[in-house]
């Protein structure tokens, strides 16, 4: 089941022009790193003494602007790929799209998981 729902969307992506799925990408990679920056700044927050295999020597203040340097830069890229008309907008509603069905397609294998 999983090969044909791949192929179906492999079928889709198709049809959309390479320099969109390149903005989609951009983006939907961007959102990742937001959702990683942020857990970095909570885990330091809620588990300050938390050891990993690699510590930032930082406290919870210098973690959050270590991680507020690279949201501004790709806030600025999506910035960008928002003004250009062409692109900005088709890969915008793409990711959105593919962020909205992320919870839903989450919910659904538990409940196959759990049947």
């Known amino acids: 089941m999983a090969v044909i729902v791949s192929a179906v969307f492999y079928s889709l992506f198709a049809l959309v022009s390479f320099s969109k799925l390149v903005v989609a990408d951009v983006l939907l990679y961007s959102l990742a790193l937001f959702l990683e920056f942020g857990a970095l700044v909570q885990l330091r927050k809620t588990e300050p003494s938390l050891r990993g295999v690699f510590r930032i020597p930082l406290g ?12 501004m830069v790709l806030m600025g890229v999506i910035g960008v790929s928002f003004s250009d008309g062409e692109y900005g907008l088709p890969a915008v509603i793409g990711a959105a799209v593919a962020i909205a069905t992320g919870p839903l397609m989450y919910r659904l294998a538990q409940r196959r998981s759990a049947s």
């Not at 919870?60 to 949201?71: C, D, E, I, N, S």
Request: no cysteine; proline share 8%.
């Open 60 to 71: 919870r203040t210098g973690v959050a602007v270590l991680a507020a340097l690279p949201m």
